[in-house]
């Protein structure tokens, strides 16, 4: 329920800074989480304690000592480590200051000197203001918003005025308006942001829904009331004032620079330019976040609607908590004593006795494994986790009663007589290529240069081929003289499919070249002679058939 951050900057509007200077800032953070932060957190409340002031580490010893705390028993080379470690996180500044020591061990105790960074200073402030005011109410400055109608009024009678407003004056009631808008604008996130922390509990008795019920119809209802009477004649006035505003910037610069000017100077000087944080009201737009704060600029709503939408949603939250504790009231739901009661056993019983409080509390039971076959047509390997593996239908008598009997009647067996069919057709068609495949082989043998191949039947050339070089006898060559000779010669070798009546028969002839020509590509065989015909027995069977 936390309303935004009135008159913050939109990212647009955010300083574009590199991924390297956005992570050394959040580096700076890295000590309120670090193992010893409250030692860290007690250093830090040294530094800033002082303004403009190093210290070497036997001064931060004697102050940590007088202070006491977590970090009052540090030594001196445990304490170097922590300050070191700040240093490296961008918390604090290793000095310039030069050391003025009448002796060595003098020198060597002062040499180390250490400040506070800008950076370091401000996070520390913000956590400081957390731990102390984290859990706490913040009243609404409501009083403030009067403050900043009459100073709006009062500068828009100025400006547009003759002669407009004097820069002095105008310097001085632009701040004051500011100042007095950002104090109630913080009030109120503040206080939405512990109104909300509150309203999420369900758990409120009858003392402190009453405390809460005065809360928001009281103190709550007379913040938007207030706000939502002042909004529209703040909105009306800054109507009035806007087209003033530029002009009147521009005349306050030049009338006060501040630490422009020096960042000016330093671009002047060729030396980088210096960030400057300019004050609340010099910028246009702050002005800009002030108008959105209380008109709708950018068509996503006000902070005062947000404002009206937070309250609304307050009001539901305390409703429901009066109809939680109504129902309680009449026995229709009493359940917080109970809880209450078996949290006291969880913190009381061992962790034996803890585990069967809860099976007995809430079913937690162990694991059942359920022995279920997955689909017929799922194969799911045993390292699937149960989490991402295919969900199991659990049959309903299971489920509910934990029968694993079968009920009703036995399903129809299937019938898969297409299924087997369409497989039948296709090996059939898978046996005609090939068939059809080896006739046209056999047709081209002898003459594979006047023809060009199928891509099934070059497919089952280079099958047969494969099968005949690999059943080949390799023998070493022989000179003319006898003598053998480095390297092996391929006399001849064959493969055959009896099915088919095919035999492939491959020779080495020195000098010859084979070309198969192909609709796939052409396949040029050095020193290879190819002879296809049929098998034995198919020539056998032919021969009987002829003289018959």
């Known amino acids: 329920m936390e309303v935004p951050a009135p008159g913050a900057p939109s990212a647009a509007a955010l300083p574009d800074t590199g991924d390297d200077e956005t992570r050394g800032r959040l580096d700076a953070y890295k000590y309120l989480g670090a193992p010893e932060r409250l030692e860290h957190l007690a250093i830090m409340r040294v530094f800033c304690g002082t303004l403009l002031a190093d210290l070497a580490v036997p001064d931060v010893v004697a102050k940590l000592r007088q202070s006491g705390g977590p970090a009052a028993g540090l030594d001196a080379d445990t304490l170097t480590v922590r300050l070191e470690q700040l240093v490296q996180w961008g918390n604090l500044l290793r000095s310039s200051h030069t050391v003025n020591a009448s002796s060595i061990s003098e020198y060597q105790r002062s040499r180390s000197r250490y400040q ?3 950076l370091g200073e401000r996070i520390q402030r913000d956590a400081d203001g957390v731990l102390a005011e984290a859990d706490a109410a913040r009243e609404v400055s409501n009083e403030l918003l009067a403050l900043v109608e009459r100073g709006l009024r009062e500068l828009a009678d100025l400006v547009t005025a003759p002669g407009g407003v004097e820069p002095q004056d105008g310097l001085e009631r632009i701040s004051t308006l500011f100042v007095q808008f950002t104090e109630f604008a913080d009030s109120i996130r503040d206080f939405y942001a512990y109104l909300g922390q509150v309203l999420s509990r369900y758990d409120l008795d009858s003392a402190e829904y009453q405390g809460f019920k005065e809360l928001l119809l009281d103190y709550v209802e007379a913040i938007t009331e207030d706000v939502a009477f002042r909004a529209p004649r703040i909105s009306a006035t800054l109507d009035t004032l806007w087209p003033h505003i530029p002009a009147l910037l521009d005349r306050l610069d030049s009338h006060a620079q501040g630490l422009t000017g020096f960042s000016a100077q330093t671009q ?28 709708d600029t950018d068509g996503q709503g006000s902070q005062v609607d947000q404002l009206r939408d937070a309250t609304l949603r307050a009001l539901q939250s305390l409703l429901a908590n009066a109809k939680r504790m109504l ?12 809880l209450l009661r078996l949290a006291r056993w969880f913190d009381e019983a061992a962790p034996r006795d803890a585990h069967d409080i809860a099976v007995a509390a809430f079913g937690l039971y162990g694991a059942r494994h359920l022995g279920i076959p997955p689909a017929t047509d799922e194969v799911v390997p045993a390292y699937t986790s149960w989490w991402t593996g295919p969900v199991v239908d659990v049959p309903v008598a299971l489920r509910e009663r ?14 898969h007589s297409a299924q087997k069919q369409r497989l039948r057709e296709a090996a059939g068609q898978r046996a005609a290529a090939r068939a059809a495949a080896a006739v046209e082989l056999r047709s081209a043998s002898g003459r594979f240069g006047e023809v060009r ?12 081929l494969a099968t005949a070089l690999g059943n080949a006898q390799l023998s070493r060559r022989v000179s003319t003289d006898g003598e053998r000779t480095a390297g092996f010669d391929l006399g001849s070798a064959s493969s055959e499919d009896a099915e088919l009546r095919i035999r492939l028969t491959v020779r080495r002839t020195a000098g010859t070249r084979t070309v198969l020509y192909s609709a796939d590509g052409d396949l040029l065989l050095d020193d290879l002679e190819l002879d296809i015909g049929r098998t034995s027995a198919a020539a056998d069977v032919e021969a009987e058939a002829s003289v018959s």
Do not use: H, N, Y
């Open 453 to 464: 191949l199928t891509s099934a039947a070059l497919g089952l050339l280079l099958e047969l």
């Open 268 to 295: 002047v000087e060729s030396r980088p330019e210096v960030r400057i944080q300019r004050s609340r009201g010099r910028e246009f737009a702050d002005w800009e976040g002030l108008r959105g704060w209380f008109s």
């Open 402 to 415: 934990g029968s694993r009997a079968q009920r009703g009647r036995s399903s129809a067996v299937e019938d």
């Open 116 to 118: 506070l960074s800008k």
């Open 327 to 338: 129902r309680s009231a009449t026995g229709e739901m009493s359940r917080r004593k109970d």
